[in-house]
């Protein structure tokens, strides 16, 4: 008996604390490959190959100046999307801080420079998921260029995920930037 007294006087103190002590919920979900969303962004595609990105001083500037602020990366992978020989675009695999920790999303550009809509790969935060919607993602789909991809004017914001709503476009159109500086086929003439 004294042992089961003390095991629930253990327990009892144990709630006591859980119901005192602020508790942050995280919630980290892979949702796709990055083989899985380069197929669903270039499904026409026969392979992909990885695109080693160095950037001059120059375009670092550049694409800085064009893209405006942005939030905190963590990585970034560029793959070209092939059918053949025909560049179809290219798949970025990009982090971005969302609230606290890092939302690892992938967006395709063609080669015309059409943007697709996001796909989101792993969603490590407690709030904000709700930009895995369809109907955000959306809202990048066939923008072409930086002017209209400003978040709470073209790309709307949801409620209660903010900062990854706003992050991810700020990421994406450092992807835009990125494309148009360095990766941007010449235009034919």
């Known amino acids: 008996m ?6 629930a006087g253990w327990m009892g103190a144990l709630g006591a604390l859980i119901g005192v002590a602020p508790v942050q ?30 950037l001059s001083p ?25 059918h053949g020989d025909q560049l179809l675009g290219f798949v970025f695999i990009d982090e971005v801080i969302g609230k606290e920790d890092f939302i690892t999303y992938a967006v395709a ?22 930009i895995r919607n369809a109907a955000w993602r959306q809202q990048f789909a066939g923008r072409r260029g930086l002017d209209r991809l400003q978040v709470q004017t073209d790309i709307k914001n949801i409620a209660g995920a903010t900062l990854s709503c706003e992050h991810v476009t700020e990421g994406v159109r450092w992807l835009v930037a990125l494309w148009q500086v360095a990766l941007q086929p010449p235009a034919a003439g």
């Not at 120059?58 to 893209?67: K, M, N, T």
Request: net charge negative.
């Open 109 to 130: 550009i063609d080669a015309s420079g059409q943007l697709s809509a996001p796909e989101v790969l792993a969603y490590r935060e407690s709030h904000g998921g709700e």
């Open 25 to 54: 919920v995280v919630i980290a979900t892979e949702y796709l490959s990055v083989e899985a969303a380069q197929k669903a962004l270039f499904p026409q595609a026969d392979r992909f190959g990885e695109v080693v990105l160095s």
């Open 58 to 82: 120059a375009q670092r500037e550049q694409v800085a100046a064009l893209a405006g602020p942005q939030p905190p990366h963590r990585s970034l992978r560029a793959f070209r999307a092939l």
């Open 2 to 7: 004294a042992g089961s007294d003390r095991m």
